[in-house]
Nanobody, 125 residues
Framework: VQLQAFGGGLVQPGGSLRLSCVASGFTFRIYSMGWFRQVPGREREFVATKSYRDYKTYYTNSVKGRFTISRDNAKNTVYLQMNSLEPGDTAVYYC???????????????????WGQGTQVTVSS
């Protein structure tokens, strides 16, 4: 099993980035996919997720209206489009795969079976 996340980088406030995460080694279409982020000294926090069952999307409040999660089952890939980036978005971003499909489970790190290696996003002028 492998999740490879890429697309991070340095961007100015107000800018955009698109993260991608390519999965292999498991049946992608029956896993919900999520994005989490972490800064040093803090717990990993939920950012966004997309249920495999009904394709509903869920976001943490601080990114609603700015971030969009999407998935392409044909390419085994999940994306996170991040617009209007703010310095507070600076973190290492991780993609993850979960066999669950409801928000109450998908917002929790312990409900995810597989994790990518993380990609750094830095928002700074």
């Amino acid at each position: 099993v492998q999740l490879q996340a890429f697309g991070g980088g340095l961007v100015q406030p107000g800018g955009s980035l698109r993260l991608s995460c390519v999965a292999s080694g498991f049946t992608f279409r029956i896993y919900s996919m999520g994005w989490f982020r972490q800064v040093p000294g803090r717990e990993r926090e939920f950012v966004a997720t997309k249920s495999y069952r009904d394709y509903k999307t869920y976001y943490t409040n601080s990114v609603k209206g700015r971030f969009t999660i999407s998935r392409d089952n044909a390419k085994n890939t999940v994306y996170l489009q991040m617009n209007s980036l703010e310095p507070g978005d600076t973190a290492v971003y991780y993609c993850a795969a979960s066999p669950y499909y409801s928000y109450s489970d998908l917002a929790s790190t312990i409900k995810y079976d597989y994790w990518g290696q993380g990609t750094q996003v830095t928002v700074s002028s």
